[in-house]
């Protein structure tokens, strides 16, 4: 696959992982309009507080973006901070821009300062290595516990040109970005202003990234980064509809990527809550069920045991009538007003045997509404886990 | 071990559970004044329900109390009300009693109505069986997923009569009780009035069941009761000190047993922390630790990643300055002031594989304090909860 125009990339080895690609570059030549988000964690790494300083300074410019995987450089403190900025020195160097142009992100182990000798060493290769098709070796060079890599495309149409936009991601440890590092990196060569491009963001991110998370729950690392090199042509005034759609579709693909591989995922639930009071009371019945243990391990073993399923919405504070609940698993419903229907239970487990498991409950109090997205928990999850230091 | 004077107990086989006792008894021929605490979730279980609503008439008078596994008739609706109410009545004429003094208790899967004919036509046999030595039978017919069975006891002087108190209960499939059902019944021979029982069980349970839960946090069947019978003759206003201190302990031993006990647990982490904003706020660190699957996994594997326990406080909405966090294992100072301190790490891993890890967490914000118990999590947890209807 090729990057958009305006875009060229890299992934090599510095050395900071074991055999492993652990350096990704990404460089805009002639610069690029970007906007962010970020984690929301309280414990935000070094790179995390560097980039959103780096972003204000520069009203949303980048030209370089420098990734590394093995170590997240989080809870670090001034040491980490320093080692960071000196990646960030030797970056602006060997691109030849301002520092503040240098977007940096981490993933990997936390407590453990960036190794940045090794970062600025490899720093010169990785710019040798640049090219328009270098996403693939990015994608590869961005990973942690991740089976494989996750990149995904869409072109549209803005102001009469043609153009495209292009995702690579990396996937949290388990489904959600509180339990380890999730990154994005999108890019566009559609001309759409930093304004533009953070509004569109933070939708496309509300209704992807978001849904397999809960407002708030992210690790020390988290970061969707969106990029536009305006190298399409298109007119700066041109109707942003179309790229709004395939930015969130970029999104969505990324984000069902990351759950589908999470740590020894086999199936994902898709997690539907309708007919809460509010929208919060949804939220918290769906990240109930979506993050209860015996919920996910059931889901493993394609066991539509849903007394679990009930019971973590019971705890979950979510306010409702009991007598009011249903529940249902594709079209088998499971319970209606709050007591068991009646299905064939060979039917229920066909459905939870599914790659890709609906669940929908309904709380008959209102109009509130959430959907998350999780996936199930198994032998490999804990064995990836519970090695020292994985 | 016997029981106080005053009770008697049994457990027998109903066949709810294949080849296991699944049907404990208790009596006190002369009744018990009674107090509990119950689930706070949502749904509540047809014999919490019924459990509940006796013990408001009665004013707190116990006479009989029927527990069964293999079935929580929870999530049952009418149906499984109905069947509860079924075998509180045949209860009721085995034991020569009123309904209402009948006390109610059930675990095992949700959403299956009670197979109340098995435990109707079981309960003359357990009758049969009672007998002041019929704790250890009872502590057996209580059990599900646990390994062992849960009992410990206590001897105080109340009044100056010697007395004596019982505690037995079932664990929780994980340690949080919103996991899977936890019960526990306490008998003493001492004489206490139902107000003074419920104020001490409350005290007992804040400081020993709710440290391996959280407020809210509950499966749909658990209960915790105290029972006094009086047996021990003490006079009616005597200093209860002896007795709270007694009850406390017990509960206690109870709520460690269940931790130890947690499905596939090889550990327990003591989670203290302390220098919270608010000790809402010392909760919501201490919670989301406990509960971290990252977490959990490191300490299975004997791995101090304590990265990962930062990252669960960074995200659980505890408010606090990273600059001011330590965090320390056992004697091992790991943090000081949010950066990594200086330590062997083989000295830490040595505290990480012990079978009590403690951590103490300072957020250095306020006076706010919480202790959370929590056990690791292993392969045996994923095969006991995937396997179908576990």
Known sequence: MKLPKGFLASGIRAGIRKKRPDLGLIVAPNGANAAAVFTQNLFQAAPVVLSKASLKKTGGRVRAVVVNAGCANAVTGREGLEAAKRVRTRAAEVVACREEEVFLASTGVIGVVLPDGKIREALPASVTR?????????????LTTDVGPKVTQASFVIGGKRARIVGVAKGAGMIHPNMATMLAFVMTDAAISTTDLQ????????????????????????????????????????????????????????????????????????????????????????????????????????????????????????????????????????????????YREKDAARVFARERVPLRLSLGSGNGRAVVLSSDMGHDYISINTDYRS
Do not use: Y
């Not at 640049?130 to 961005?142: C, D, R, T, Y």
């Not at 509809?241 to 589908?260: E, N, P, T």
């Not at 919920?295 to 009011?324: E, M, Q, Y």
């Open 199 to 342: 509004r569109a963001l933070k939708n496309a991110v509300d209704e992807s990234f978001n849904t397999i998370s809960v407002d708030g729950d992210t690790s020390t690392n988290d970061t969707v980064l969106v990029m536009a090199s305006g190298a399409a042509g298109n007119a700066s005034d041109a109707d942003l509809g179309s790229f709004a759609v395939a930015l969130a579709k970029v999104c969505r693909d990324l984000a069902w990527m990351i759950v589908r591989d999470g740590e020894g995922a086999t199936r994902v639930m898709e997690v539907e809550v309708i007919g809460a009071k509010t929208d919060r009371d949804a939220k918290l019945a769906a990240h109930a069920i979506a993050t209860s243990p015996l919920v996910k391990t059931a889901l493993h073993g394609g066991d539509p045991n849903w007394g679990r399923i009930l019971a973590a919405v019971g705890r979950s504070g979510a306010r409702f009538s009991i007598k009011r609940v249903s529940l249902s698993a594709g079209n088998i419903t499971l319970v209606t007003n709050g007591a068991p229907a009646s």
């Open 130 to 142: 640049l090219s328009i098709g270098g996403v693939e070796a990015l994608s590869h060079a961005i």
